[in-house]
């Protein structure tokens, strides 16, 4: 495998930025500091450009792991935006082998079913047993429509089997029955709640952002989700932002039906310039889709940070004036003429798209 030497990026480590060049050899990062001298295969100016570990996005809709009818094509949706890592939320088919055919890491949650307010396993175990160590824990889509969750019984339910099994759970939260606090209050520490921003009744703005104190009290991961504008408030978000209430990972809900469609090209990075232009540091939105994601799907000894020895799955994401617009369900409006684009996404020392 050629040796690959990017020069004089903005280079996140994972832990802040630093001007330094970045040697990657076979499938490791094997160097990183200012004016590195030795011979590559191949040398890039990547000046001017941000040098990150991969981006993770831990929650979106998978072709082939999902439903096809609103799942995405994994490496079509994340090699051009920088994502070298995705997590499908809600796995109903599919096992291992396919997850491992994408060239972009892919794990997965089982998708939990509910019936008349008791959670129903059968599908969801089904697919642990077949992704096996792709497979995160339990996903419940845990809304009142259609009808099917009264009370925070199937939640419970959940929470209590994943505990046992030593697995985590993603709640989807958008048209919850209970308030945010109750759903928080149920969580096992390291559980992700996915679309902590949405609108409507029992949001996380509510009693002066109660659920959000407990969430960080109690280790919970607030991940924003935002589905380009379905399941976010982006008044909320602002409000949120402005109080120091950042979330702490980034994710698209992306599926087939978001893609190249809400927005412009919606992806992870169109996520990210949108939590830019709410104010939200550079630092805060990379550590959202880097280090953070990695640590609450339990990789962090393998993504989500630049060091010597450590894979060489990487993005490099410049500035663009490309525009974005978008409004979400709520009326409000969001858009800048500023933002990121991935010039170039390595998975295990490998270039794997270039702009």
Not at 8 to 14: E, M, R, S
Not at 40 to 47: Q, T
């Amino acid at each position: 495998m050629p040796t690959i030497l990017l020069k004089g990026g903005k280079v996140f480590d994972g832990k802040a930025f630093k001007t330094a060049d970045v040697l990657i050899e076979n499938d490791k990062v094997q160097k990183i500091a200012p004016d590195i001298k030795d011979a590559a295969d191949f040398i890039y100016n990547v000046s001017g450009s941000i040098v990150s570990s991969g981006l993770i996005d831990i929650h979106a809709h998978i072709r082939h792991i999902n439903c096809d009818t609103y799942g995405a094509p994994a490496d079509a949706v994340c090699l051009p935006f920088g994502v070298t890592a995705v997590v499908d939320s809600a796995a109903e088919k599919g096992d291992k082998s396919v997850a491992e055919r994408f060239a972009v890491n892919a794990l997965c949650f089982a998708r939990v079913f509910v019936n008349n307010d008791i959670a129903d396993f059968l599908v969801a175990d089904k697919m642990i047993a077949a992704y096996g160590d792709k497979c995160l824990g339990y996903k419940i889509f845990f809304t009142e429509e259609p009808k099917k969750i009264e009370t925070i019984k199937p939640l419970k339910q959940v929470c209590e089997r994943a505990k046992e099994k030593g697995l985590k759970v993603m709640v989807h939260t958008t048209g919850s029955p209970v308030s945010m606090a109750e759903i928080v209050e149920t969580l096992n520490p390291g559980d992700i709640l996915t679309h902590a921003f949405h609108g409507g009744n029992n949001t996380i703005d509510e009693d002066d952002f109660a659920a959000f104190r407990l969430a960080k009290e109690k280790g919970i991961f607030l991940d924003l989700a935002p589905a380009g504008f379905t399941h976010i408030d982006y008044m909320i978000l602002k409000n949120a932002i402005e109080n120091g209430f950042i979330p702490d990972t980034i994710s698209t809900d992306l599926t087939k039906n978001s893609a190249m469609k809400r927005g412009g090209n919606y992806s992870l990075l169109m996520c990210m310039s949108m939590l830019r232009s709410l104010g939200m540091s550079e630092e805060e939105i990379f550590r959202a889709v880097t280090c953070t994601p990695a640590k609450a799907i339990g990789k962090a000894s393998e993504w989500g940070s630049l060091a010597p020895g450590k894979r060489a799955d990487i993005s490099v994401i410049e500035y663009t004036d490309e525009p974005f617009s978008i409004t979400d369900k709520y009326g409000n409006h969001l858009e800048s003429q500023k933002g990121y684009r991935a010039n170039m996404t390595i998975i295990n020392g490998e270039i794997l798209y270039r702009r």
